[in-house]
């Protein structure tokens, strides 16, 4: 179950990227792979074909339009980042892309950590999604699909990430406690000087002891 569980989860990349192609203009250069974009929308295509035939309720051809703007959309996008590579300007070649709902005028706290990427873009497009079924099913079905992929796809790229600087911060404390160890620092109290342990007797006795 684990190990269908861990299959599931890798292959929600792929329906999620079919709509990070059209939403993002952005998309890091390696998540971009050609071939991965050619197998995708390629074997969505092949479905959409075959399926046309005794499904006229289906009306898939949007979906085969929607498939071919996609990929030409993110062959494009990865000859930009080539481009933009080469004018110096950087970009994490996995970076999931900007959404384009992160308006600057968004409370702060929406904007931070991805939050309308994790969670707005995929709400956005099952809405549009359920919103086409009357048009076409088959393309409103996997809008709707890959909106959960999207999703689902985010959630994980996002605890890997927090999970990374955890142990990241993690590992700078324990070095720290390893430096401490083999580099005690002295006690302060051993540094100062003495303020002088009461030894004999004090003048108060004295006096009374031997009185002038």
């Known amino acids: 179950m684990l190990q269908n569980y861990a299959i599931a989860k890798w292959l929600t990349q792929f329906p999620a990227l079919t709509l990070m192609v059209l939403l993002r203009r952005d998309i890091g250069y390696r998540l971009l792979n050609v071939g991965v ?5 390629g074997l969505l295509a092949v479905v959409t074909v075959l399926a046309t035939p005794g499904n006229e309720a289906a009306n898939t051809t949007p979906l085969l339009i929607f498939a071919g703007i996609g990929y030409f959309n993110g062959i494009a996008q990865k000859i930009r980042r080539w481009r933009s590579m080469n004018r110096g300007i ?5 970076y999931l892309g900007s959404s384009p709902f992160a308006f600057p005028w968004l409370p702060h706290f929406m904007l931070r950590n991805r939050r309308v990427a994790r969670y707005g873009d995929p709400i956005i497009c ?3 999604g359920v919103a086409l079924f009357p048009f076409s099913h088959a393309l409103s079905i996997w809008i709707t699909l890959s909106a959960f992929c999207l999703r689902a796809y985010e959630h994980q790229i996002f605890q890997r990430e ?5 142990d990241f911060e993690d590992s700078i404390i324990e070095a720290e406690i390893v430096i401490e160890q083999q580099n005690p620092t002295p006690n302060s109290s051993q540094n100062q000087e003495s303020s002088g ?6 003048e108060d006795i004295k006096t009374k002891i031997h009185p002038k």
């Not at 950087?90 to 996995?94: N, P």
């Not at 342990?197 to 004090?202: D, E, Q, V, Y």
């Open 37 to 41: 974009l050619t197998a995708v929308f």
């Open 162 to 166: 927090l999970h990374r600087g955890f």
């Open 197 to 202: 342990i009461p030894s004999g007797l004090g």
């Open 126 to 128: 099952a809405i549009i």
């Open 90 to 94: 950087v970009i994490h070649s996995y």
